[in-house]
């Protein structure tokens, strides 16, 4: 079956480690993205990328990075940087084109620090 | 900036009875507008959309919406609720930045608990 696998589902940081969270798709989608999920907060976008080797910062980039160097995969790290990041965090994949075309989502990563 | 308001943090309604949850939008121009459903610890699944044509839509699980331009309005609806529709909504706008395909603004979400 297509769809999104995020890995792992739960992930522990300790203070001053960058960790880097899986996001792959077998859809066939051009455009990945990347959401922060806080309670009472709905989602947020960290990051996305409507083509392979092409990425933008969304509305809370600060702290994280990303990459994608094939279209399947879309990796966030998130950084030492981060000054909160516990959270979770969902991938989204869409076909390419205008807006109109949804996002699917995978099933999310819940990070927490130790 | 584009903005979604949910009003209702939390709904609690009666098994069978009538549902509707609140969405308000800022933006320019007509929107792609849309409606996700998450349950506890899960990805979100997308119930309906609009992006043009009919201001009814309709939706999976019995879901439908109606886009209001006058009122800068898409609620959800359904007519009869069921124990298994208890879960977050949230509602959503494409970003007007790239064609609507920069991501989406998402609203805080809206709980909905259904007494038995």
């Known amino acids: 079956d297509g769809g999104i696998t995020q890995s792992p589902k739960y992930l522990f940081r300790k203070e001053g480690q960058n960790v880097t969270l899986s996001c792959e798709q077998n859809?066939?989608?051009?455009?990945m993205y990347w959401y922060r999920q806080d309670p009472g907060q709905g989602l947020r976008l960290i990051y996305y990328s409507q083509i392979v080797n092409d990425f933008q910062k969304g509305d809370i980039a600060e702290g994280y990075s990303v990459s994608r160097e094939k279209k399947e995969s879309f990796p966030l790290t998130v950084t030492s940087a981060q000054k909160n990041p516990t959270a979770f965090y969902l991938c989204?994949?869409?076909?390419?084109?205008?807006?109109?075309?949804?996002?699917?989502f995978g099933d999310g990563t819940r990070l927490s620090i130790l | 900036a584009q903005s979604v308001t949910q009003p209702d943090i939390h709904i609690t309604v009666s098994e069978g009875a009538s549902l509707e949850l609140r969405c308000n939008y800022s933006y320019g121009a007509t929107p792609y507008l849309f409606w996700y459903v998450q349950s506890p610890g899960q990805g979100l699944q997308l119930l309906l959309k609009?992006?043009?044509?009919?201001?009814l839509v309709q939706g999976i699980k019995g879901f439908e919406a109606e886009f209001k331009r006058s009122q800068s309005s898409f609620n959800l609806r359904k007519p009869s609720v069921h124990w298994s529709d208890a879960a977050e909504y949230f509602c959503?706008?494409?970003?007007?930045?790239?064609?609507?395909?920069?991501?989406?603004?998402f609203g805080k979400g809206t709980h909905l608990i259904i007494q038995p």
């Open positions: 959503a706008v494409g970003r007007p930045s790239g064609g609507g395909a920069d991501g989406l603004t």
């Open positions: 609009y992006f043009s044509g009919d201001t």
């Open positions: 989204a994949s869409r076909m390419g084109g205008l807006g109109n075309q949804p996002q699917h």
């Open positions: 859809l066939n989608h051009d455009a």
